[in-house]
């Protein structure tokens, strides 16, 4: 079940996809109509994008943002936010081993391993944690996979571009011209991306992270922008200035894989001083 059921198993597919090859490498046409009847696996991620593309509307984002915005759901340790999301484990794929917690150490030791920062390493460890939206019900479509903007034309290098076909914003007269309801070089931050675990932590952690860190997890799943290069016409000079992050992150979140699961007793000293350089004890979701 796609859109009702928090599964583990779903959202490391979907987080995975670039990695499977569905993408188009820059400069080429998008595969979008390639079906792999050896990976079940792919047509899941197909169909989870069909509803995605269907659902994700302006109006949808807006009625989101009322609803989860006022970080009035819990105050929550990140320990207890990393515990929770752990929850998430999938027992149902046996190709997926890593649990939401193996994802995210395996990215933070990776940045730590190749001398990023402090601030980095933490932007590491944290920046799936939004992903605890599943366990409030949230289907998948408005949680995980890869976020565009709203408001506008959507651009046809996002995968599976054909399913905005069935978005009704692209019906509305308003949201449908290339620039929609935006002026050109607005700045993204005036932008309403696609409803997901991108946006909403990016305003759990917006008054204790650096700005480059909150770009990387504001935009980590914004692949048109940061891969495909389309939507430059909505950035400011800032943007495109801390677009390199986001590019710099990329890698760490989708190929790190070490042979050896960091463990998270001998690591767990480290990254307890390492949070509490940054963040209150408490934080509100
Ligand atoms: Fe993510
Ligand atoms: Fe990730």
Redesign the pocket.
């Known amino acids: 079940m796609v859109n009702e059921t928090p599964n583990g198993s779903l959202i490391g597919d979907v ?1 995975r996809f670039v990695e499977q090859g569905l993408y188009p490498e820059p400069g080429q046409r998008a595969r979008s109509d390639y079906r792999n009847y050896d990976s079940p696996a792919r047509d899941t991620v197909r169909e989870f994008y069909r509803q995605n593309h269907r659902w994700q509307t302006y109006e949808f984002v807006s009625q989101q943002r009322q609803k989860y915005l006022g970080l009035n759901r819990c105050r929550m340790s990140i320990f207890e936010a990393l515990d929770f999301l752990n929850t998430l484990v999938d027992d149902s794929d046996p190709d997926i081993d890593l649990d939401q917690l193996q994802h995210l150490l395996q990215t933070s030791e990776a940045i730590r391993a190749d001398g990023h920062p402090d601030w980095f390493v933490l932007t590491g460890l944290l ?2 944690l939004g ?1 605890v939206l599943c366990l409030w019900g949230e289907p998948q479509w408005a949680v ?1 996979g890869d976020t565009f903007p709203v408001g506008c034309q959507f651009s046809d290098r996002i995968v599976y571009p054909e399913f905005f076909a069935d978005n009704p914003d692209r019906q509305d007269s308003a949201y449908s011209t290339l620039h929609g309801i935006y002026q050109p070089g607005c700045g993204l931050r005036n932008v309403l991306m696609s409803w997901g ?2 946006e909403y932590l990016f305003h759990v952690l917006r008054e204790y992270l650096p700005e480059p860190s909150l770009y990387m997890i504001r935009y ?2 914004f692949y048109a922008w940061h891969r495909e290069e389309q939507y430059d016409w909505l950035c400011d000079d800032h943007d495109r200035e801390m677009l390199s992050w986001v590019r710099k992150f990329n890698p760490y ?1 989708l190929y790190t894989k070490s042979p050896v699961a960091p463990d998270w007793k001998t690591l767990r000293p480290y990254y307890s001083e390492l949070i509490s350089r940054y963040l209150p004890e408490q934080i509100a979701f």
């Open positions: 987080e920046h799936d992903k995980v675990h991108d980590h799943s979140d």
